[in-house]
């Protein structure tokens, strides 16, 4: 079993910058790691992916603005947010499955002036 813990979230005005942290409870080498984010009323969305051998991909949205990032000596996966946007506000989310899916308990990102 794996335990994620997201870490950097906050209140950034537009333009701003952020960096998101998830650590693993356990080694994450061999996974697909992933970042999801869902605002109000909307439903979950996947945001950056980046398998083991680091190809990464990314949501249009965030596209040039974002990279995902990953440390597996440190069982953690980054997320590199700049330029924010208002619209890039919600609860962000990291993920990776094994058989079972394992979500963190998300950080809040706020966009606002």
């Known amino acids: 079993q794996v335990q994620l813990v997201e870490s950097g979230g906050g209140l950034v005005q537009p333009g701003g910058s952020l960096r998101l942290s998830c650590a693993a409870s356990g080694s994450i080498s061999n996974n697909v790691m992933g970042w999801y984010r869902q605002a109000p009323g909307k439903q979950r969305e996947l945001v950056a992916v980046?398998?083991?051998?680091?190809?990464?991909n990314y949501a249009g949205s965030v596209k040039g603005r974002f990279t995902i990032s990953r440390d597996n000596a440190k069982n953690t996966v980054y997320l590199q947010m700049n330029s924010l946007k208002p619209e890039d506000t919600a609860v962000y989310y990291c993920?990776?499955?094994?058989?079972?899916?394992?979500w963190g308990q998300g950080t809040q990102v706020t966009v606002s002036t």
């Open positions: 980046i398998s083991r051998s680091g190809i990464t």
């Open positions: 993920h990776t499955s094994n058989r079972v899916d394992y």
